[in-house]
């Protein structure tokens, strides 16, 4: 699944470690997620949606392509 989270991580200049620390996870998970080696949990979307403020679609894109 693509996503766009270290684009806003980026704009909001956060390093992984301080939005890990946001979200509760660890940097490598943020760092996995960004390198789209991994899939977060569905709650873990919620949270990352909630923490940018916008929809888990907005970071996410599920296409096949």
């Given at each position: 699944?693509?996503n766009d989270l270290?684009?806003?991580?980026a704009d909001e ?42 929809h888990i679609e ?8």
């Amino acid at each position: 699944m693509r996503n766009d989270l270290s684009t806003r991580r980026a704009d909001e200049g956060l390093s992984q470690g301080e939005l890990a620390d946001a979200v509760d996870v660890t940097r490598q998970t943020i760092n996995a997620i960004e390198r789209d080696r991994y899939d977060p949990s569905l709650e873990l979307a919620f949270e990352l949606a909630a923490y940018f403020d916008c929809h888990i679609e907005d970071i996410f894109d599920p296409s096949l392509d």
